[in-house]
């Protein structure tokens, strides 16, 4: 992609976003202004994560759902239709542990073949912004976020067995990217 990937992403997001899921789009800002503070600490990949911040819950837009499953359709919708950069697809696909929601959704085949069978590099800092932003674009706790969510959708469902059975990984790496901000001191 020959763009500025991270100011082409917003609009991107909005048009999508903004007017049909007003409060997932206030989340996607709130993580994009969570990206924006690492850039201190990620140098010339500040820009890679801000645009996979933008864009990370793309797929919720109504008008790109196929799988249902977000973080396939929206890397799909990036790859096929905007032929982004790879990095990027697999950043959007991966995002915050979303293999282990693939699994129980019965996609992590196509997850796997299409973006691979691991998180790409910047993922930890993804799950950071997304795991600390809550649904109006709020700071949280990674804790007070993972409860959220489970509260949102309730004991059995799906997503609440995925968030619990990735809860360790991505209480990890929000922990691992405020050591490198120096804020669990």
Not at 107 to 127: N, Y
Not at 143 to 153: G, H
């Given at each position: 992609?020959?763009?500025?990937?991270?100011?082409?992403?917003?609009d991107?997001?909005?048009?999508?976003?903004?007017?049909?899921?007003?409060?997932?789009?206030?989340?996607?800002?709130?993580?994009?202004?969570?990206?924006?503070?690492?850039?201190?600490?990620?140098?010339?990949?500040?820009?890679?994560?801000?645009?996979?911040?933008?864009?990370?819950?793309i797929?919720?837009?109504?008008?790109?759902?196929?799988?249902?499953?977000?973080?396939?359709?929206?890397?799909?919708?990036?790859?096929?239709?905007?032929?982004?950069?790879?990095?990027?697809?697999?950043?959007?696909?991966?995002?915050s542990?979303?293999?282990?929601?693939a699994?129980?959704?019965?996609?992590?085949?196509?997850m796997?073949?299409?973006?691979?069978?691991?998180?790409?590099?910047?993922?930890?800092a993804?799950?950071?912004?997304?795991?600390?932003?809550?649904?109006?674009?709020?700071?949280?706790?990674?804790?007070?976020?993972?409860?959220?969510?489970?509260?949102?959708?309730?004991?059995?469902?799906?997503v609440?067995?995925?968030i619990?059975?990735?809860s360790?990984q991505?209480i990890g790496?929000?922990?691992?990217?405020?050591?490198?901000?120096?804020?669990n001191?």
């Amino acid at each position: 992609m020959n763009k500025n990937t991270a100011a082409w992403a917003p609009d991107l997001a909005r048009k999508h976003l903004e007017a049909p899921l007003p409060r997932r789009w206030a989340h996607t800002q709130g993580v994009a202004r969570q990206a924006r503070t690492l850039a201190p600490i990620l140098g010339d990949q500040a820009d890679l994560l801000e645009a996979a911040a933008w864009l990370h819950d793309i797929g919720y837009a109504p008008d790109l759902v196929d799988s249902g499953f977000h973080p396939l359709d929206g890397a799909r919708y990036l790859r096929d239709t905007h032929r982004a950069d790879d990095h990027l697809c697999r950043l959007v696909a991966h995002h915050s542990c979303a293999l282990v929601e693939a699994y129980e959704r019965g996609l992590d085949e196509d997850m796997t073949r299409e973006f691979g069978g691991k998180a790409p590099v910047l993922s930890e800092a993804l799950i950071y912004c997304d795991m600390t932003t809550g649904p109006e674009g709020n700071l949280l706790q990674v804790e007070e976020r993972l409860s959220e969510i489970r509260a949102r959708y309730g004991n059995g469902h799906l997503v609440s067995r995925a968030i619990s059975n990735a809860s360790a990984q991505l209480i990890g790496a929000v922990y691992k990217v405020r050591d490198d901000l120096g804020l669990n001191a």
